[in-house]
């Protein structure tokens, strides 16, 4: 039986108006940035890459672990997150600090829907709408053509790739992709060769693990292994590997609109034949 997750409504009493913030979410640490509210951060996680200012305010911890001793030093009024796999250590801060965490966005809307929130949480609601106007402006309108089937790959430690629960998998619906796991009843899942060489994706998209050193020769030599090298994507050359050293698809920021649709559009124009990436 597939299993969801509901949303838990617990009423938080939160600063009025915070004014030292931690953020160990990427997502919403680039939120606040581009919210003209950096200066408020004193704190975030070691994955909080976005914007370059970022790269400046103390690191507290890690993406799923703080550091109580460093949280006592920044002196936080509110510390931020998102649902899922930071709930664990939330649990544990929430019982020294304030904390509140934001659900973790299940679709391109859910993104938007996260930016009206963190505005509301620091109290800078019409900043937070004036964003989502830009960034709602920015988004192309929904792909009504025939799609194409599309495996995407991220490496977290290993290969996953994502379901029905999954704003990435929203955005290649939104792209004119249809996502080979799509329909799959979860977020994310640990994909299986054998089914994926089978379904014979027409383009796959791969993500190398944050920070890696990747080299394509490898890259290339692992899906060979794997039974993936002789599907459609690697005989028309529709393999595309996301660009930078930091997450791409797996970051679900306002650049995810800004950056990472347009760039799913143009391998979808490049493999019609007009100018893409």
Not at 52 to 73: D, I, N, Q, T
Not at 106 to 122: F, N
Not at 128 to 140: N, T, Y
Request: hydrophobic share 40%; glycine share 8%; proline share 8%.
């Amino acid at each position: 039986m597939p299993v969801f997750y509901e949303p838990v409504f617990r009423p938080r009493e939160l600063p009025e108006h915070p004014e030292r913030i931690v953020s160990l979410s990427p997502a919403i640490t680039e939120t606040v940035f581009m919210l003209g509210q950096g200066s408020r951060l004193v704190g975030v996680s070691a994955f909080c890459q976005r914007p370059e200012e970022a790269k400046r305010v103390r690191r507290v911890g890690s993406y799923s672990h703080a550091r109580p001793e460093v949280l006592r030093e920044v002196r936080p009024d509110l510390i931020l997150a998102v649902s899922g796999y930071q709930a664990r250590s939330m649990e544990e801060v929430s019982r020294e600090f304030t904390t509140f965490t934001l659900e973790l966005p299940s679709s391109v809307p859910g993104i938007l829907d996260m930016v009206k929130r963190v505005g509301a949480v620091l109290g800078c609601p019409v900043q937070a709408m004036d964003l989502m106007c830009r960034l709602e402006g920015s988004m192309p309108d929904p792909y009504d053509g025939e799609r194409i089937p599309a495996y995407v790959e991220i490496d977290l430690g290993g290969p996953v790739s994502f379901g029905i629960g999954s704003y990435i998998t929203d955005a290649l619906h939104l792209c004119g992709f249809e996502s080979v796991y799509g329909r799959r009843d979860s977020e994310w899942l640990k994909p299986d060769d054998a089914e994926t060489a089978a379904i014979d994706p027409e383009v796959i998209i791969y993500e190398p693990k944050m920070f890696s050193n990747f080299k394509r020769e490898e890259f290339e030599a692992e899906m060979r292994r794997r039974g993936l090298a002789q599907t459609r994507a690697f005989r028309k050359g529709n393999v595309f590997i996301t660009p930078g050293k930091l997450d791409f698809l797996a970051h679900h920021g306002p650049s995810f609109i800004t950056d990472a649709i347009p760039w799913l559009l143009g391998i979808r124009k490049r493999i019609e034949g007009l100018d893409g990436i």
